[in-house]
C-alpha cells in the first residue's frame, strides 16, 4: 500500500521571489512552495531530501536557483517557466547556502555561506545555456553577514549586512584573479541593524535598526548619518526597506508600514498590518501591490490603486484606499500537536504561536484560529460521546478542554493545573469517552472520570517518564516507559483519598518489559491471550512485538525481556508517530520521513513508501493523525508544515485554493469560556441535586428543628435553676462541635504563635540590618547639645562621622607620604613650590636671639630623647592629624592627579575639623554634665530650706535630652512593650502592696507624732520648755492665776521670756534661710547663665566650621567639576578623532580612485592622440591623389575625392528618437531603478546609429575601371571605419572625463571635508589644553562690590567675572572721554543741523512771500480802479503823507512809555529779590554754627556712650544680628517655596489640560566655548 502526497500547506516568512506576474514561489522544509496571488492555489515541487533555505529568480524571469542545507550540493539552478533542473553545484563555501541574489541585469549571482566561514561567491550567468560560471570567492567569517545583495547601480558591487556590520564589497581584478575587497561601514550608533536597501537619491545604502532609526551609509567612503531618528522604543525596530520612485518604505516589527517621503523624510502615510512579525516586504511586477512577508506565518498583500503613476502628488496619495487582503496564515512558530475528529475531514492543530487551528485539508481551508494558551506540547481528540471535544496538555501541567462541535467556533469548556510543576508528556481519551488520562512528567498519571469537564480523581506517582499511553478494550489502558517497561493499569473507581490524592500502586496489574525502550506504540491486533504493539524503538527502527494478557508479574527485576518479532531497519532520527491502517504500518520520524509497512513483512526488509517533506533540522515531523475513512494521511511539521497524503491508490486532491473563514482571527479568549461554562455546569449540577434531593432534605430539616426546640427549652431550664444545679455552656454542645472549636483554638494559637515567631525573626533581621548600615558604620553618631535652662532655645549639633575603612586610612597615608616626598622634592631643586612664591618678594629674616645655655642644653636632651625613641602613630592617630600643610596651592591643581590628590586631602581636613569640633562638643557635654551635677546639689539644699519654711516644693531639677544620648534609640523601654495580658496580675499585685502601704502608713504617722511631726534631723538642738504644771489646765496640780504665789508667778514670767527667746530664734533662721534660698537661687542661675553663654558660643563655633566645610566641600565639587569637563572633552576629542580619521580614510579612498580615473583618463587620451596623429598622416585626399593604383587615374582624381568628401546622415534619425522618447514616456516604468536599463538602451543605440556604407549608394564615374572603383569602395569603407573608432574613441573620453571630473570634484570636497574636520579638531585640542588650566577659585568679596543682580533665595554666579578696581576707574575715564566727545559731536551736530533748518525756514519763508506777492500781483491786476485811488496813484492829497507820519509817531511815543514803566517795575522786583538774598545767607550762616555744635554734641556723646557699654551689648548685638540671619533665611526659605507652589501650581494645571505624558528634559553639558556654538 503506498502513499502519495496531496497538498502541501506551511510558511514561516521567507523572503518569496516573483515567478511572473501571478505567481511567486518560496522556500519550505524540503520543497519549492509555488503560491498563486490570484487564485490562491500552492503547488509544491520537491527534489531531494535536504532542506531548501533560500530561492533567487533573475530579473528577466529565466532562471531560478535554489540554495541547500545539510547536502554536498548547496546550490541547484533551474530554468524557468518550465522549472526544469539545469545545473547543480557542490559546495560553493564548505558551508549551508544562507542567502542568494542576482544582479539586476541577470548575468551574476552571488551565494553566501553560513557558519563558520560565511562564504561569499559569485558567478557569472550565460545568457543562452543559463550556465553558472565560477569569477570570486572570498570568506567573511569577521563580518559575519545574514543577507548579501548586488549593487542595482551596475558592476560587480556587494552590500552584505548582518551581526551589527554593513559591508561593501568590490569585486577587483588582480593579477589576472578576481577578488573582493570590502569596505565595513562605520556608524556611532550603538545598535543592531536590521534591513538594508539602495536609494536612487545618490546611489547610497539606507539602513534600518534595531532601535527604528534609519541610517545613510555612503558606499565609497563607508561613513554614516542619521537620515531619520525613531522617537519609539525598542518594539518599533525596522524589518524591512523597501524603495519606490514616491517613497522610501520601512516595516517595523510591531506591524506598521510607514512611507517616508524621500526629500523632507517625513511620515506621509502609515498601513497596519494583519502581521507583527514582518520579515521582508516585496514590491509586485506593477508597483502598486506589496507582498508582506511575515514571521508568524501570515502572508498578505497591500495593494494600492494609482501608486504606480510616475507623477504622484501628495494629495493624491493620502487619498489613495489600500486593501489589505491575507494570503496564508499558518503557524510560522511550528506545530506541537495534531488530531483527527470523527466528524468531517477537520484536524485540530496546536502551535508554539499558543494557537488552536481547525483545518479541512480535502478543501485547504483554515476553519478557525483561536489563543489556546501558553505552551502547549500535546493534543487528543475524543470518541464516541465526546467526539467533538479535545484536550490539550501544556508545558505548565496545565489541561483544557476545547469544544469542537462547531468547527468554525471552538470554545474553552474547561480547564485544570495538574502539578506545581512539570511537563504533560502523554494524553489520552478512553474509547467509550468516559475517562481522560494525562502523564505529568517527575510526578505521575492523573485520571479523571468526565470528559465535559476535568474532575480529577487523583494520581498515580511514579518514578519513570511516560512516553505513550494506548487503551485496551477492556477497558484497561497500557502505559510505554522510558525504561522499556509496558505497564497494564485498571481505571480507578473511586477517587483517591482526599489528604493524599494519590492512587495505590495496586492499579499496575501487569507488567512485560522490553529489549530496548520505545517512543510511541500502536494496538495493531487484540486476541483474548495476546495483543501486537507496532512500536517506534529508541533505536530510531519500527518493531512488532506479541505479548501475553494473562501476564499477572508486576516486578520489574522478574519479568523477562521480549524481542521484537519484526523489526524494520532504522531511520536516521527518533521516530515521532505510528499508526496501522488495514494491515499496513505508517511511521513518521524526526528526520522527515513518512513510511509505510507491511505487518506481514520480513525484518530488514525496506518501506514500501518513503516520502520526505519536512525539514529534518528543525526537527522533522512532529505529529500523525489518519482519517477515520483511511484514506488520508495528515502529518505536521516543527517548521509550521502541515502535509496531506493519500494512502493506497485513493483519487488525488484537486488543486484548489487557500482560504481563510471569515472567523479566523475572532479570539474566544480561555478565561473568558472557562469562566463562563464552568459557572453554566456548576450551576445545572446544584439545580439537579436540589430537585433530586429536596424532600429529603425538608424531612431533616424538620427534625433538626424540633431538636433545637427541645435543647432551647433545656437551656431555658437551665437558666431558671440555682446556681449549683447549673450546667456549663459547654454541657449543651455536642461532643463534635467541641472538640472542632477546641481543634480550631488549638489551631489558631499555634498560627498566632508561628506568626509571632516569624515576625520577631523579621523584626530582628530588620533591626540588625539597620544597626548594622546605619549604626554600626557610624563612628560617631548624631548629638545634639541643649540649654540647661528652659528658657534658652540654642541646640548645637555635632557632626555625624561615618567609619574610615583601613583601605581608606592606607590610601591617606600614601597620599600624604608622596605629598611630603613631592614637597622635599621641590625644596631640594630650590623650585618655587607654589605660584605665590613668584609674585611674594622676599623679606629678610628676622635673627632671634640664641637661646639661654638651660634652654640650649633642655632642648638638646629633648631632641635626643625624640632620636632615640621615635614615636610610631598608628593609622587611627594619623586619621586625626590636620593635613592643611599638605595641601596644593590654589592654583596648582590642574592635572587630573592633583585633583584626586586635592580631593582627598580637602576630605580628610573636613574631616579633622568635625573631629575636632566633635571634641569641642564632648568638652561641653562633660561641663553640662558637671553644672547639672552642682545644680542639682543646690536644688537639694533649696528643697530643705522650702520644706522647713512650709513653702511649696515646685522646683524640677534639669534632666537630659533625648538628643543627648543617641544610644537610646536602640534601647527598648517598659512603656513600649505591651503589658495587657499582664495587668490582671499586675493589679492583684497592688491590692496586695496597698495593705503594705497602709500598714508603713500607720507606722510613720505613729513615728510622726511621737517626733512632733518632724521626720528628717534637725541639726539645731531643740530645748523641750515644759510649762509649769500650776499652769497647765490638764494638770491635776492646775491652780489659778489668782492663787498663784510670788515664786509661781516668778517661775511663769520665766517661762514666758524662754518662748519669746525661742520665738526671736526662730524668726531670725527663718530670715537666714530665705537669705540663702535666694543666694543659691542666684548661683543656679548664674551656672544656668555660664553654661548658656558657652553653649552660644559653640554655636558661633559651628556656624563658622560650617562655613568652612562648605567652603571645602565647593572646592571638592569644583574639583570633581572640573575632571567630569576634562574627561567629557577627552571623550569628545576621541570621537572628533575617530572622525577624522574616518574622513581621512575617506578621502585617501577618493584621492586614489580620482588618481586611477586620471590615470586611465590619461591612457585613453594618449591612445586617442596617436590614433588622430596616424589618421592625420594617411589624409584620403592625399592617399588618393599620391598612392597607386588611383594616381594612374589622374582624370577621376577629383571624382573621387568629391565621392570620398561625401558625408553619410541618417534619415529621420530625430524623428525616430523623438518616437523612442514618447513611446518611453508613455510605457514609463515605476520601479526606481529603471533608468539603469534605459542608460544601458541608450548606450547600445548609440553605438548601432552609426552610419554604413551599405546604406549609401553611390555611382561609378564613367571610364573608371572596375578594379579601380572596387579598390575605392574598399578605401572609402576603411576611411569611414577609421572614423566611426575615432568617434567611438571620442566619446568614451568624453564620458571618462565627466567620470575623472566627477571623482577629482569629489576628492576635492573630501579632502575640504578632511581640512575642516582637522581644523575642528586642531582647535578642540587647544581648547581643551586652555580648559585643562582653567581652575574654580573660591573668593570673599564684601556685598558693596558685588554688582551681581541678587536673587530671592541663590544667586547664580556662574556667568560672572572679577574686574581689577583699576580697570574699572579706566574704562570710566575712557567712557567719560568717549562721552564728552559724544557730546561735543552732537553739540556740532545740532549747530549744523541748526544751520541747515534755518537756510530750510528761510527757503520756505521765500517761498511764501513769492506766493504772497504772485496773490498781490493777481490782486493788482483784478483791482478796482476809482477815482480816489486815481488820484492817490497820482500823487493825491498834499498832506497825505503827514498824517500817516504823524500816526507812526503817535504810535512810537505810546509804545516806549509803556517800555520805561515795565522796565521800572523789573528794577524794584530785583531790588528786592536781592534784599530776600541777603536775609537767607545770614540764615544759613548762623544755621551752620548750629549744625557745627550739634555735631561736637553728637561725637562726645558717641564717645560717652562706647565708653559706658558693656560686653553685654556686644553679646546683644551678635543674637540681634544672628535673629536678623535667620529670620532673613526663614524669609528666603519661606519666598522659594511660595514661588515653588505657584510653579507646581502651574505645572499641575497644564499637565491637567494635556493629554499626553510630559518628561522632563536634562539639560546636557555643553563640550566646547559656549561662544562658538550657534
Not at 464516541?384 to 501541567?397: F, Q, R, W
Not at 430537585?691 to 425538608?698: E, M, S
Not at 605629598?819 to 605660584?835: A, M, N
Amino acid at each position: 500500500m503506498s502513499i502519495s502526497c496531496d497538498s502541501l500547506v506551511g510558511y514561516n516568512g521567507a523572503r518569496v521571489e516573483l515567478l511572473n506576474s501571478k505567481e511567486v514561489v518560496y522556500p519550505m522544509a524540503n520543497n519549492l512552495m509555488v503560491l498563486n496571488l490570484t487564485t490562491q492555489c500552492i503547488r509544491h515541487i520537491t527534489e531531494g531530501s535536504a532542506p531548501i533555505s533560500c530561492v533567487a529568480v533573475n530579473k528577466q524571469q529565466t532562471l531560478l536557483v535554489v540554495g541547500v542545507r545539510g547536502e554536498a550540493t548547496s546550490i541547484v539552478a533551474y530554468s524557468l517557466p518550465d522549472i526544469s533542473r539545469k545545473q547543480s553545484i557542490s559546495n560553493t563555501g564548505n558551508t549551508d547556502c544562507a542567502d542568494l541574489s542576482f544582479s539586476r541585469d541577470g548575468t551574476t549571482l552571488v551565494a553566501l555561506g553560513g557558519l563558520p566561514t560565511f562564504t561569499i561567491t559569485i558567478f557569472t550567468v550565460n545568457r543562452s545555456t543559463l550556465h553558472l560560471t565560477l569569477l570570486a570567492k572570498t570568506d567573511a567569517a569577521t563580518q559575519q553577514p545574514n543577507t548579501i545583495c548586488f549593487s542595482p547601480f551596475g558592476g560587480h558591487d556587494l552590500l552584505s549586512t548582518g551581526n551589527n556590520h554593513v559591508v561593501f564589497w568590490r569585486v577587483e581584478k588582480i593579477q589576472g584573479t578576481h577578488a573582493l575587497t570590502p569596505t565595513e561601514g562605520k556608524t556611532n550608533h550603538q545598535t543592531k541593524i536590521t534591513s538594508a536597501c539602495y536609494s536612487t537619491q545618490n546611489g547610497d545604502v539606507l539602513c534600518g535598526t534595531a532601535s527604528g532609526d534609519i541610517l545613510e551609509f555612503s558606499t565609497s567612503l563607508g561613513t554614516s548619518k542619521a537620515w531619520w531618528e525613531s522617537p519609539g522604543d525598542s518594539s518599533s525596530a525596522l524589518t524591512a526597506l523597501t524603495f519606490t520612485r514616491h517613497h522610501l518604505i520601512a516595516t517595523s516589527c510591531d506591524g506598521i508600514m510607514r512611507f517616508f517621503r524621500h526629500d523632507t523624510h517625513t511620515i506621509e502615510r502609515s498601513i497596519t498590518l494583519a502581521s507583527v512579525k514582518v520579515t521582508h516586504v516585496v514590491p509586485g511586477h506593477t508597483w502598486n501591490t506589496f507582498i508582506v512577508c511575515g514571521g508568524d506565518g501570515v502572508m498578505q498583500t497591500v495593494i494600492l490603486p494609482g501608486y504606480e503613476k510616475m507623477l504622484l502628488r501628495a494629495d493624491q496619495f493620502r487619498e489613495i484606499e489600500d486593501k489589505g487582503t491575507p494570503v496564508l496564515d499558518c503557524s510560522g512558530g511550528g506545530f506541537r500537536g495534531v488530531c483527527h475528529l470523527q466528524a468531517g475531514n477537520v484536524v485540530v492543530t496546536v502551535g508554539a504561536d499558543n494557537t488552536l487551528r481547525t483545518w479541512d485539508y480535502t478543501k485547504c481551508t483554515l476553519l478557525a484560529k483561536i489563543h489556546c494558551g501558553k505552551q502547549p506540547c500535546c493534543i487528543s481528540a475524543g470518541e464516541a460521546g465526546a467526539s467533538h471535544v479535545v484536550i490539550v496538555g501544556y508545558e505548565t501541567t496545565h489541561l483544557r478542554l476545547f469544544d469542537i462541535s462547531d468547527f468554525r467556533r471552538p470554545r474553552l469548556l474547561s480547564q485544570e493545573k495538574l502539578a506545581e510543576e512539570g511537563k504533560v508528556t502523554a494524553i489520552s481519551m478512553s474509547p467509550n469517552g468516559k475517562h481522560i488520562v494525562a502523564s505529568v512528567e517527575g510526578v505521575g498519571i492523573y485520571f479523571s472520570d468526565s470528559v465535559h469537564h476535568i474532575h480529577i480523581l487523583g494520581y498515580l506517582p511514579l518514578d519513570t517518564h511516560v512516553k505513550d499511553i494506548a487503551w485496551l478494550p477492556t477497558p484497561s489502558l497500557l502505559v510505554a516507559f522510558d525504561n522499556g517497561e509496558i505497564r497494564g493499569l485498571s481505571l480507578p473507581e473511586h477517587a483517591a483519598p482526599p489528604d493524599t490524592h494519590q492512587f495505590p500502586k495496586s492499579l499496575i496489574t501487569q507488567l512485560w518489559r522490553l529489549d530496548l525502550p520505545i517512543e510511541k506504540m500502536h494496538l495493531t491486533t487484540v486476541d483474548e491471550e495476546s495483543f501486537t504493539l507496532a512500536c517506534c524503538s529508541r533505536d530510531k527502527g519500527v518493531k512488532l512485538y506479541t505479548l501475553d494478557r494473562n501476564s499477572k508479574g508486576t516486578d520489574a527485576s522478574k519479568a523477562p525481556v521480549k524481542k521484537p518479532q519484526v523489526q524494520w531497519k532504522p531511520n536516521d532520527k527518533l521516530g515521532v508517530a505510528i499508526s496501522v491502517v488495514d494491515g499496513v504500518i505508517f511511521s513518521a520520524s524526526r528526520d522527515g520521513r513518512v513510511e509505510s509497512r507491511d505487518v506481514k513483512g520480513k525484518s530488514g526488509e525496506k518501506p514500501i513508501a518513503s516520502l520526505n517533506k519536512h525539514d529534518c533540522i528543525y526537527g522533522g515531523v512532529v505529529g500523525m493523525c489518519v482519517s477515520h475513512n483511511k484514506k488520508r494521511l495528515v502529518t505536521i511539521g516543527s517548521e509550521g508544515l502541515l502535509g496531506v497524503y493519500a494512502i493506497a491508490n485513493d483519487a488525488k486532491l484537486e488543486e484548489l485554493p487557500f482560504r481563510i473563514v471569515d472567523q479566523v482571527g475572532e479570539d474566544t479568549g480561555v478565561q473568558d469560556e472557562d469562566v463562563v461554562y464552568m459557572i453554566k455546569v456548576e450551576e445545572e449540577k446544584k439545580r439537579l441535586v436540589d430537585i433530586k434531593y429536596a424532600a429529603h432534605r425538608q424531612g431533616v430539616i424538620d427534625q433538626i428543628a424540633k431538636l433545637r426546640d427541645h435543647l432551647q427549652h433545656y437551656k431555658d431550664e437551665n437558666s431558671r435553676a440555682q446556681p449549683e444545679e447549673k450546667l456549663e455552656t459547654q454541657a449543651f454542645m455536642i461532643e463534635s462541635q467541641r472538640l472542632a472549636i477546641q481543634e480550631e483554638g488549638s489551631k489558631l494559637c499555634e498560627e498566632k504563635e508561628e506568626e509571632i515567631k516569624w515576625s520577631n525573626l523579621a523584626n530582628d533581621y530588620i533591626s540588625g540590618n539597620i544597626k548594622k548600615q546605619c549604626w554600626d558604620s557610624m563612628q560617631t553618631p548624631l548629638t545634639v547639645l541643649k540649654g540647661i535652662g528652659a528658657k534658652n532655645d540654642v541646640e548645637v549639633p555635632n557632626y555625624n562621622i561615618l567609619r574610615v575603612s583601613q583601605q581608606e586610612k592606607s590610601v591617606l597615608r600614601k597620599i600624604k607620604f608622596l605629598r611630603e616626598v613631592e614637597q622635599l622634592e621641590w625644596s631640594k631643586r630650590k623650585g618655587f613650590e607654589t605660584l605665590e612664591d613668584l609674585y611674594v618678594t622676599e623679606e629678610p629674616e628676622e635673627v632671634e636671639a640664641p637661646p639661654a645655655p638651660a634652654e640650649e642644653a633642655k632642648s638638646q636632651d629633648e631632641r635626643q630623647e625624640e632620636d632615640e625613641e621615635p614615636k610610631v602613630m598608628t593609622l587611627d592617630e594619623e586619621t586625626l592629624l590636620p593635613v592643611d600643610d599638605h595641601l596644593y596651592n590654589k592654583f596648582m591643581t590642574y592635572t587630573r592627579s592633583r585633583s584626586i590628590t586635592q580631593t582627598i586631602l580637602l576630605q580628610q581636613e573636613i574631616l579633622v575639623k568635625r573631629n575636632e569640633f566633635n571634641k569641642l562638643i564632648e568638652e561641653t557635654m562633660k561641663k553640662k554634665k558637671v553644672e547639672m551635677a552642682k545644680i542639682r546639689e543646690k536644688h537639694v539644699r533649696i528643697r530643705q530650706i522650702l520644706k522647713e519654711l512650709e513653702l511649696p516644693d515646685n522646683i524640677e531639677n534639669p534632666i537630659e535630652a533625648e538628643s543627648e544620648h543617641p544610644e537610646r534609640v536602640l534601647t527598648v523601654e517598659d512603656s513600649e512593650i505591651d503589658i495587657s495580658h499582664i495587668e490582671a496580675e499586675k493589679q492583684q499585685e497592688k491590692e496586695d502592696g496597698v495593705k503594705d502601704t497602709e500598714e508603713q502608713e500607720s507606722n510613720e504617722r505613729a513615728l510622726k507624732v511621737m517626733m512632733d511631726n518632724r521626720l528628717e534631723r534637725d541639726e539645731r538642738v531643740v530645748v523641750e520648755i515644759k510649762k509649769p504644771n500650776f499652769a497647765d489646765e490638764t494638770h491635776k496640780d492646775y491652780k489659778p492665776q489668782d492663787d498663784w504665789t510670788d515664786e509661781e508667778v516668778k517661775l511663769y514670767r520665766d517661762y514666758e521670756k524662754k518662748l519669746q527667746k525661742r520665738a526671736e530664734e526662730e524668726e531670725k533662721h527663718k530670715r537666714a534661710l530665705h537669705q540663702e534660698h535666694k543666694e543659691l537661687q542666684k548661683d543656679v542661675e548664674a551656672i544656668v547663665a555660664g553654661f548658656d553663654a558657652t553653649l552660644q558660643k559653640l554655636f558661633d563655633t559651628k556656624l563658622d566650621t560650617d562655613t568652612a566645610i562648605c567652603q571645602m566641600d565647593l572646592q571638592i565639587i569644583k574639583l570633581a567639576q572640573s575632571r567630569v569637563q576634562q574627561e567629557e572633552m577627552e571623550q569628545h576629542y576621541r570621537k572628533l578623532l575617530k572622525i577624522v580619521q574616518g574622513v581621512k580614510e575617506g578621502a585617501s579612498k577618493a584621492m586614489q580612485l580620482a588618481t586611477e580615473a586620471q590615470r586611465e583618463l590619461q591612457t585613453k587620451h594618449d591612445k586617442y592622440e596617436e590614433l588622430l596623429a596616424n589618421e592625420r598622416k594617411k589624409s584620403g585626399e592625399k592617399e588618393i591623389r599620391t598612392q597607386p593604383p588611383f594616381s594612374e587615374s589622374e582624370e577621376h582624381c577629383e571624382t573621387l575625392v568629391k565621392m570620398l568628401k561625401k558625408s553619410i546622415k541618417p534619415k529621420k534619425e530625430k524623428q525616430k528618437k523623438d518616437k523612442d522618447d514618447k513611446k518611453r514616456r508613455d510605457d514609463a516604468n515605476p520601479d526606481p531603478f529603471a533608468f539603469i536599463e534605459e542608460e544601458e538602451e541608450d548606450k547600445r543605440k548609440k553605438v548601432a546609429q552609426q552610419p554604413e556604407m551599405a546604406d549609401v549608394r553611390l555611382d561609378k564615374p564613367e571610364g573608371l575601371r572596375e578594379d579601380l572603383w572596387r579598390e575605392f569602395l574598399e578605401f572609402r569603407r576603411e576611411r569611414i571605419d577609421a572614423e566611426r573608432v575615432q568617434k567611438l574613441l571620442s566619446d568614451e573620453l568624453q564620458e571618462m572625463t565627466k567620470v575623472a571630473d566627477r571623482l577629482t570634484k569629489e576628492s576635492k570636497a573630501q579632502q575640504q571635508n578632511l581640512e575642516e574636520k582637522q581644523t575642528l579638531l586642531h582647535d578642540f585640542k587647544q581648547q581643551m589644553i586652555r580648559e585643562s588650566y582653567n581652575l574654580d577659585i573660591l573668593h570673599t568679596f564684601k556685598q558693596g562690590k558685588i554688582e551681581v543682580e541678587q536673587e530671592a533665595v541663590v544667586t547664580d554666579y556662574a556667568d560672572a567675572i572679577l574686574i581689577h578696581k583699576n580697570n574699572i576707574e579706566e574704562l570710566n575715564v575712557q567712557i567719560r572721554e568717549h562721552g564728552k566727545a559724544k557730546v561735543d559731536k552732537m553739540m556740532e551736530i545740532m549747530q549744523f543741523k541748526k544751520g541747515i533748518r534755518y537756510i530750510e525756514w528761510e527757503n520756505q519763508m521765500l517761498k511764501h512771500e513769492v506766493r504772497f506777492c504772485e496773490m498781490e500781483y493777481k490782486h493788482l491786476h483784478t483791482l478796482r480802479v476809482t477815482k480816489a485811488m486815481q488820484e492817490f496813484i497820482k500823487g493825491g492829497g498834499e498832506n497825505h503823507h503827514d498824517v500817516e507820519r504823524a500816526g507812526i509817531m503817535k504810535k512810537i511815543e505810546h509804545l516806549q512809555q509803556a517800555m520805561q514803566s515795565k522796565i521800572e517795575d523789573k528794577k524794584q522786583a530785583m531790588q528786592k529779590i536781592k534784599r530776600i538774598i541777603k536775609e537767607k545767607d545770614a540764615e544759613n550762616r548762623a544755621l551752620e554754627e548750629q549744625v557745627k555744635e550739634a555735631k561736637q554734641l553728637v561725637a562726645q556723646r558717641d564717645e560717652i556712650y562706647h565708653l559706658q557699654s558693656t560686653g553685654l551689648d556686644h553679646q546683644r548685638n551678635l543674637k540681634l544680628m544672628k535673629d536678623m540671619r535667620v529670620t532673613r533665611k526663614l524669609e528666603d526659605v519661606a519666598k522659594a517655596q511660595q514661588e515653588e507652589m505657584k510653579l507646581l501650581k502651574k505645572e499641575i494645571d497644564r499637565l491637567r489640560e494635556r493629554t499626553f505624558p510630559s518628561f522632563a528634559v536634562v539639560s546636557k553639558r555643553v563640550v566646547g566655548n559656549p561662544d562658538e556654538i550657534a
